[in-house]
């Protein structure tokens, strides 16, 4: 259902005889002048609400992303895939530390200066 009202070229016609009729060729000017600076008005309005409901929707949408964005943040598969790996490694990074200590000091030991036992060669 269209709620524009639709003007043709005859009923704008008869608006302008009857407006020059009731008005008179002399005051006819003003009241144009009026008549445009009311539709101006009432255009500037029209668009303020409607950058007011614009802004509304905007408001509303980026609600939803921010609600949305921290179920994301709450419910993150890989934050909680990343936990239960390195919860089930634990043991296993335990063990290579121990191994690995276990190697540095028999290899510290082992690398103790030893006396020379030969004398060197001359020439």
Known sequence: MNLVPQFGLMELLLIAVVALIVVGPKDLPKLMRSAGKFVAKAKAMAGEFTAAFDQMARETEMDDLRQEIETLKKE????????????????????????????????????????????????
Do not use: G, M, Y
Request: aromatic share 2%; net charge negative.
């Open 76 to 123: 993150n598969v890989f934050s909680k895939t990343k936990k239960e790996l390195d919860e089930s490694l634990a043991p296993i990074k335990d063990d290579i530390r121990k191994e690995t200590a276990a190697v540095n000091d028999a290899a510290s030991k082992t690398s103790e200066p030893q006396p020379a036992t030969e004398e060197p060669a001359k020439s």
